[in-house]
């Protein structure tokens, strides 16, 4: 009984972390646009967002 539990549990403690990993990189490793001034980077979805260039890559400054 022990194996069979054992057998189901690793995969899918697996199957939750390869999930997780995915979601994270998709959500908060997104690269950004290349700038060069403000002007180049896209507008904000929101009005309080306030997206700037920053060293050569767009970045979110705001809320």
């Known amino acids: 009984m022990a194996k ?10 697996y199957l939750s972390i390869l999930l997780v990993l995915t979601i994270y990189d998709q959500v908060y ?4 646009p ?3 001034t403000d002007k180049d980077c896209p507008r904000p979805q929101f ?5 700037r260039c920053r060293n050569g890559y767009c970045v979110n400054l705001g809320n």
């Open 4 to 13: 069979i539990l054992k057998f189901v549990y690793v995969p899918i403690l």
């Open 29 to 32: 490793f997104n690269n950004s």
């Open 34 to 36: 290349p700038c060069v």
């Open 47 to 51: 009005r309080k967002s306030n997206v």
